[in-house]
């Protein structure tokens, strides 16, 4: 059978497809299958024409794609609307990956028959490259920020409350000592004194308790996971005058230290947030497993905030716990609007919360 004459328009469209080196342009056929094959292509790419040309897309996605069935599922998205885009890591012949952009589009006939798709995929390794870049630079402005609004704090509750409370002592110590030296008339004031030093004291203790707290989990240690968070929000409860309602189920998850740490202080941050920034009077937290997934749940009844607002990425409690999600491999999504209050969605593969 003779092959259909090309027409010039379509001669022209196919030196034009060819001639592009910065985009890989290439058609499917339904199955997935390489029809076509650009010089753009094989240079993002590193496979000749007829070394790739008859394979499935598949080659080219990562074992963790491939598991999660992601090739199929993105054509058959495109086969039912048309269009598919997304950004993931790609692999090329050499093995090594890059940051790709890829946009599907479903080929059609006249009567509607699917007829294969049309692919375009650009890379953007450096432009995710310079975006965590930026990101890192703005993380560490964001530390140091921080480092001094907490070196600030410490320097306020010593001042204001162990100083206080110090000072306190010390004039109770001194009036103790004048009872003791005086007459007897003032001797059925010692055992006051001594009251208000035990008073003060305890006090003393639960302050510096507070304060540790805020540089390293030490409740961790001593109370466990469970136990520690119920003492933070406790603690939160009666500083802050913000009802907090809990749930924390931990029997079917082994946490590591470090793992305990994280979520810990992601709790921490997101209380501490609550109490600047949301204009709250109530917190719900959840803290389980669901299926293979340790899941936290941080929500407020808050006035919320512009998705635009979040998008500038200057709250450093959101970086920070942005931070201690990608360590623990995991993903954290935000959910507000105005007068919508804030929910925090964290979700940590429990593989990545080694016992050992």
């Not at 092959?3 to 339904?30: G, H, K, Q």
């Not at 990562?62 to 999660?68: E, F, G, I, R, S």
């Not at 003032?186 to 003393?204: F, Q």
Request: aromatic content about 6%.
């Amino acid at each position: 059978m003779t092959p259909p004459e090309r027409s010039p328009t379509d001669e022209s469209f196919r030196l034009l497809v060819d001639a592009v080196n910065d985009y890989a342009i290439f058609m499917l056929d339904p199955s997935g299958r390489i029809v076509t094959w650009n010089a753009g292509a094989q240079k993002m790419k590193g496979y000749e024409a007829e070394e790739i040309i008859g394979q499935h897309i598949s080659i080219f996605h990562t074992p963790a794609d491939l598991a999660a069935s992601e090739p199929g599922t993105t054509l058959a998205f495109a086969t039912a609307n048309g269009r598919a885009e997304n950004e993931g890591w790609r692999r090329r012949k050499d093995g090594s990956t890059f940051w790709a952009n890829i946009v599907i589009t479903a080929i059609r006939d006249e009567a509607g028959a699917l007829r294969g798709f049309a692919k375009v995929t650009q890379d953007l390794t450096e432009r995710k490259r310079l975006a965590e870049l930026e990101n890192i630079s703005r993380l560490t402005a964001n530390i140091q920020v921080a480092r001094e609004e907490e070196q600030a704090r410490i320097a306020h509750e010593l001042h204001d409350d162990l100083g206080q409370q110090l000072t306190a002592l010390k004039m109770a110590l001194a009036e103790l000592q004048g009872d003791l030296l005086g007459d007897q008339t003032n001797a059925a004031r010692i055992p006051s004194h001594i009251k208000d030093m035990n008073r003060l004291i305890d006090a003393t203790v639960v302050s510096l308790r507070r304060i540790a707290t805020g540089l390293r989990p030490i409740a961790l240690e001593t109370l466990g996971f469970a136990s520690a968070l119920e003492w933070l929000i406790d603690d939160f409860e009666q500083r802050y005058a913000i009802v907090v309602e809990a749930s924390i189920e931990t029997a079917h998850i082994t946490l590591s230290e470090a793992a305990e740490a994280a979520l810990f202080h992601m709790v921490q941050e997101a209380l501490t947030n609550v109490a600047r920034h949301a204009g709250a009077d109530k917190v719900t937290i959840e803290f389980g497993r669901h299926g293979e997934t340790g899941v936290l749940l941080i929500a407020d009844n808050g006035h919320g905030a512009a998705r635009a607002a979040l998008s500038k990425q200057t709250s450093f409690g959101l970086l920070g716990m942005g931070e201690r999600v990608r360590r623990l491999n995991g993903t954290l999504s935000i959910d507000t609007a105005p007068g919508g209050g804030f929910r925090i969605a964290i979700r940590i593969p429990l593989d990545a919360l080694p016992s050992a």
